[in-house]
T-cell receptor
Framework: AQSVTQPDIHITVSEGASLELRCNYS??????LFWYVQSPGQGLQLLLK??????LVQGIKGFEAEFKRSQSSFNLRKPSVHWSDAAEYFC??????????FGTGTRLQVFP | EAGVVQSPRYKIIEKKQPVAFWCNPI?????LYWYRQNLGQGPELLIR????????DSQLPKDRFSAERLKGVDSTLKIQPAELGDSAVYLC???????????????FGPGTRLTVL
């Protein structure tokens, strides 16, 4: 069965620092991979997705993620975090574009 | 363009009472999803509609949960009777039509936070 693991429940960084959020998945084939962000009281917003091709994908708000098949990982990165990036981040894996399995999320806190 | 609309945003009820959530998807989106998000967890799919047809309801607890999407537009999710464990955020999402192998992004509404006392 597919599964997604986000090992970090809570991460705190200073504004301007770099960020990496970890995501590991379990799936037999190459899955569809996604990162979503959820601000308090808001729905989820898609940051980026990976289906195939270039393993480094660019998303909105300056985020990028790298697919590493050998490590079954799809980590999210940002070179310089802004205070407005504080939110909950979810990694998701899908056997199709319609059926997604979400991780438990990583809460990002940004200090000025 | 208006996003996915959900109401109410918050609902507090006593256990054994019924409750209903409403979702209006983005205009033109034929696929509609209902998710449940427990505290500290990611969303879990309850049911997916293609137009008015429920094409995946395998995770919907059918003894107490029901959903409908009459006319293939807005949708209602109902719980009757509610239990303490149903406290969660219920998210609705929609996606536009597309080819089988194309990606159709899911757009999420703000959710309804249900508290069962």
């Amino acid at each position: 069965a597919q599964s997604v693991t986000q090992p970090d429940i809570h991460i705190t960084v200073s504004e301007g620092a770099s960020l990496e959020l970890r995501c590991n998945y379990s799936y037999g084939a190459t899955p569809y991979l996604f990162w979503y962000v959820q601000s308090p009281g808001q729905g989820l917003q898609l940051l980026l997705k990976y289906f195939s091709g270039d393993t480094l994908v660019q998303g909105i708000k300056g985020f990028e993620a790298e697919f590493k098949r050998s490590q079954s990982s799809f980590n999210l990165r940002k070179p310089s975090v802004h205070w407005s990036d504080a939110a909950e981040y979810f990694c998701a894996v899908g056997e199709s574009t319609d059926k997604l399995i979400f991780g438990t999320g990583t809460r990002l806190q940004v200090f000025p | 363009e208006a996003g996915v609309v959900q109401s109410p945003r918050y609902k507090i009820i006593e256990k054994k009472q019924p409750v209903a959530f409403w979702c209006n998807p983005i205009s033109g989106h034929n696929t509609l999803y209902w998710y449940r998000q427990n505290l500290g967890q990611g969303p879990e799919l309850l049911i997916r509609y293609e137009n008015e047809e429920a094409v995946d309801d395998s995770q919907l607890p059918k003894d107490r949960f029901s959903a409908e999407r009459l006319k293939g537009v807005d949708s209602t999710l109902k719980i009757q009777p509610a239990e303490l464990g149903d406290s969660a955020v219920y998210l609705c999402a929609s996606s536009p039509p597309g080819g089988r192998w194309s990606y159709n992004e899911q757009f999420f509404g703000p959710g309804t936070r249900l508290t069962v006392l």
